[in-house]
């Protein structure tokens, strides 16, 4: 079983700048490929980020492409999601997501879901 923790989500001014993070806990964090999912209300929960165990390769949703990047740091069991350029239409709950090796970007695939933290981009 791995245990999620999101953190680091807020109020930011559109054109700002967020950092998340996710800490995982209860199995090896370098043995999982993780990814960010958002969902905001009345929509169903979305691709954004994802990288690979070894966190040699990302993947990102077009929508957010070029504003934000995936990175992880094994040695403290985190992953990151910095988002630059924050837009109103980012404005949802960020999930932390966790499953064994092969990366994916489809919620479904995912085991491991931390419960989310809230991103509001507004003036």
């Known amino acids: 079983q791995v245990q999620l923790v999101e953190s680091g989500g807020g109020l930011v001014q559109p054109g700002g700048s967020l950092r998340l993070s996710c800490a995982a806990s209860g199995r090896p964090f370098a043995s999982y490929a993780m990814g960010w999912f958002r969902q905001a209300p009345g929509k169903e929960r979305e691709f954004v980020a994802a990288i690979s165990w070894r966190g040699s390769s990302t993947y990102y949703a077009d929508s957010v492409k070029g504003r934000f990047t995936i990175s992880r740091d094994s040695g403290k069991n985190t992953m990151y999601l910095r988002m630059n350029s924050l837009k109103p239409e980012d404005t949802a709950v960020y999930f932390c997501?966790?499953?064994?090796?092969?990366?994916?970007?489809?919620?479904?695939?995912?085991?491991?879901w931390g419960q989310g933290t809230q991103v509001t981009v507004s003036s």
């Open positions: 997501a966790a499953r064994a090796f092969e990366v994916e970007t489809t919620a479904a695939k995912y085991n491991y």
